[in-house]
């Protein structure tokens, strides 16, 4: 079976495409820069797309059995200007449009199409209300960045399509958890903010078997993947801290106003809290690994 990723470079294609080679299949990286020789495995091959030019290799579109969509600038790699805020949206958007046109007209074999969202769809906490895939999307850069983002992909005709809601992704490997943790190493656990903002997260092996979950099983809809145990930004770094230093740190909380004057617009999103119900992928049988930080703190450090 021969499974097609966009993104499949970054932290979550890296390790999402050598779990499915694990599990038998081909994988086909759509990849944007230069095709030169790789030798990851004799089971992975590149083909090329360019979002802005709007091409695609057509190929490998054909022959995809399953697709998995996972391309899009990183929220957090610098800070916020117009110009980043739009390459956010459109690496978003545009990969969407030309991936969901090129499998209604070449992708007959396609089983399942997997895209990533976020639970940025759902902006931040209000009155005490647990999100849930019925909530409209916010109206915020984010909100409305998801929106337009499923609604691209939800273009797709041929196949079944599922959105996944992604939370605060949790792996030593990047993302969040180095930079929550550079702190320590001075003995200093930091807050940001008041500490006190929700942190809706999922571990990346748990977000990796949703992954191939929703493929296998051809789900179909919007689905919110994150842990069943939410935390507090404050109980989220005690707990790394204890586990790295034991007693041994100092806390400090880090002013919000700070923090946006160092970090810009984009350390909002770090800022809000956001509490999300985990209970549609649970009724669709899926079982967490690791449903709460105490059964998965060792592996963050």
Same mark, same amino acid.
């Given at each position: 079976? &021969? ?10 294609? %890296? @390790? =999402? ?28 091959? #590149? ?14 579109? $054909? ?5 998995? &969509?996972? /391309? ?12 980043? *805020?739009?390459?956010?949206?459109? $690496? ?8 969901? &046109? ?9 089983? %399942?199409?997997?895209? /990533? ?14 999100? +849930? ?12 960045? %998801? =929106?337009?983002?499923? +609604? ?20 030593? @490997? ?28 999922? &571990? ?26 939410? =935390? $507090?930004?404050?109980? =989220? ?12 740190? $100092?806390?400090? #909380? ?15 999103? /770090?800022? *809000? ?29």
């Amino acid at each position: 079976m &021969h499974v097609v990723i966009t993104g499949g470079t970054g932290l979550i294609g %890296c @390790a =999402l495409t050598q779990a499915l080679i694990k599990r038998g299949y081909n994988v086909s990286i759509l990849t944007t820069s230069a095709i030169k020789e790789r030798t990851f495995s004799d089971s992975i091959q #590149y083909a090329q797309w360019d979002t802005r030019k709007m091409i695609i290799d057509t190929e490998v579109i $054909s022959k995809a059995d399953y697709i998995i &969509h996972l /391309a899009g600038a990183n929220i957090a790699s610098q800070r916020w200007s117009q110009k980043y *805020k739009d390459q956010i949206r459109n $690496s978003r958007i545009n990969s969407s449009n030309l991936l969901a &046109h090129a499998v209604n007209e070449y992708g007959s074999k396609v089983k %399942c199409l997997i895209s /990533a969202s976020a639970i940025g769809w759902y902006g931040e906490d209000r009155d005490n209300h647990t999100f +849930t895939e019925e909530d409209e999307a916010a109206k915020d850069f984010i909100g409305t960045t %998801c =929106l337009d983002w499923e +609604t691209a992909i939800q273009q797709t005709k041929v196949c079944p399509v599922a959105c996944i809601r992604t939370g605060i992704v949790l792996t030593k @490997a990047g993302g969040a958890i180095p930079q929550l943790t550079q702190t320590l190493r001075y003995g200093i656990c930091a807050f940001l903010g008041n500490g006190r903002q929700i942190m809706s997260w999922i &571990h990346l092996d748990d977000l990796i078997r949703i992954y191939i979950t929703a493929m296998e099983n051809q789900w179909s809809g919007s689905f919110n993947a994150v842990a069943p145990v939410p =935390l $507090s930004q404050r109980e =989220l770094s005690l707990n790394l801290a204890t586990a790295k230093r034991g007693k041994f740190f $100092s806390s400090i #909380y880090v002013p919000g106003f700070l923090l946006k004057i160092i970090k810009g617009e984009g350390i909002s999103e /770090a800022l *809000k809290s956001t509490t999300v119900s985990c209970r549609k992928i649970k009724e669709m049988g899926f079982t967490f690994q690791y449903p709460s930080i105490t059964s998965c703190v060792s592996t963050l450090i």
